[in-house]
């Protein structure tokens, strides 16, 4: 069982940056993408980014396309989701996970496509 604790969320002003990072307890062979989700107060869960474990391509919801950057360090078993020119409908609570298949083409950006979730992480933007 894959565990993954999430950090780094706080309160920002607009235009501001945070970096989260996803530490996963273990690597697994059938391991093959790290997902960003975040669910603001009232609304759905909604995909946010995503990478590859292997090979680092990557994939973004258009919302924050040009300000979010995610990445993973593979040795560390971490994942990160820099976030820079932060606006206040970015607030919400962001959530790590992974989706654990043999099947790695596509992308996935389907909360059900993905087997393991972090706690979430809390992000305001507000001044």
């Known amino acids: 069982q894959v565990q993954l604790v999430e950090s780094g969320g706080g309160l920002v002003q607009p235009g501001g940056s945070l970096r989260l990072s996803c530490a996963a307890s273990?690597?697994?062979?059938?391991?093959?993408?790290l997902g960003w989700f975040r669910q603001a107060p009232g609304q759905e869960r909604e995909f946010v980014a995503a990478?590859?474990?292997?090979?680092?391509?990557?994939s973004y919801a258009d919302s924050v396309k040009g300000r979010f950057t995610v990445s993973r360090d593979n040795a560390q078993n971490t994942g990160y989701l820099q976030m820079n020119s932060l606006k206040p409908e970015d607030t919400a609570v962001y959530y790590c996970?992974?989706?654990?298949?043999?099947?790695?083409?596509?992308?996935?950006?389907?909360?059900?496509?993905?087997?393991?979730w972090g706690q979430g992480t809390q992000v305001t933007v507000s001044s």
């Open positions: 996970a992974v989706a654990q298949t043999l099947y790695c083409t596509p992308f996935y950006s389907k909360e059900n496509e993905y087997h393991y």
């Open positions: 273990e690597r697994t062979f059938s391991r093959c993408q």
């Open positions: 990478i590859k474990w292997n090979g680092g391509t990557t």
